[in-house]
C-alpha cells in the first residue's frame, strides 16, 4: 500500500521561503508521477505542480518562476522548494502519487496534508 508522508510546512513572512517534502513508501516510487496540490479556505484543491517518472515539470501559472519540483529517486522523497512566497500561497498542501495502468485505470495516492501559512 502506497503511502505518502508531508513535512516542512509551516508559518512564513511574505516574500520567504519554504521546502516542503514528501516521503513515499510502499511501492517502486520510479513508476509514479508526483505531484504538490493545495486547498485553501473556503477553496476547491488545486494543482501546483507535477512531475513525471522521466522529469518533466508542469507548474501553475500562479507559481512559475518561485515554486520548483523535484525527486530524489535515490531516497524515495519528492520536493517543493517555494521561494518568493505570498499572503496568497496560504493552504493546505498534499503531495500526490499517480500510477497510470490503463488511461482508464489510473490509481491515485494521497498525503495527509501540511499547512503552510503566509502571513506578516
Known amino acids: 500500500q502506497v503511502r505518502l508522508v508531508e513535512s516542512g510546512g509551516g508559518l512564513v513572512q511574505p516574500g520567504g521561503s519554504l521546502r516542503l517534502s514528501c516521503a513515499f513508501s510502499?511501492?517502486?516510487?520510479?513508476?509514479?508521477?508526483m505531484g504538490w496540490y493545495r486547498q485553501a479556505p473556503g477553496k476547491q484543491r488545486e494543482l501546483v505542480t507535477t512531475?513525471?517518472?522521466?522529469?518533466?515539470?508542469n507548474y501553475a501559472d500562479s507559481v512559475i518562476g518561485r515554486f520548483t519540483i523535484s525527486r530524489d529517486i535515490a531516497k524515495n522523497t519528492v520536493y517543493l522548494q517555494m521561494d518568493s512566497l505570498k499572503p496568497e500561497d496560504t493552504a493546505v498542501y498534499y503531495c500526490?502519487?499517480?500510477?497510470?495502468?490503463?488511461?482508464?485505470?489510473?490509481?491515485?495516492?494521497w498525503g495527509q496534508g501540511t499547512q503552510v501559512t503566509v502571513s506578516s
Open positions: 500526490n502519487a499517480e500510477h497510470v495502468i490503463t488511461p482508464y485505470n489510473v490509481h491515485h495516492y
Open positions: 510502499g511501492s517502486a516510487f520510479s513508476i509514479y508521477a
Open positions: 512531475i513525471t517518472r522521466g522529469g518533466s515539470t
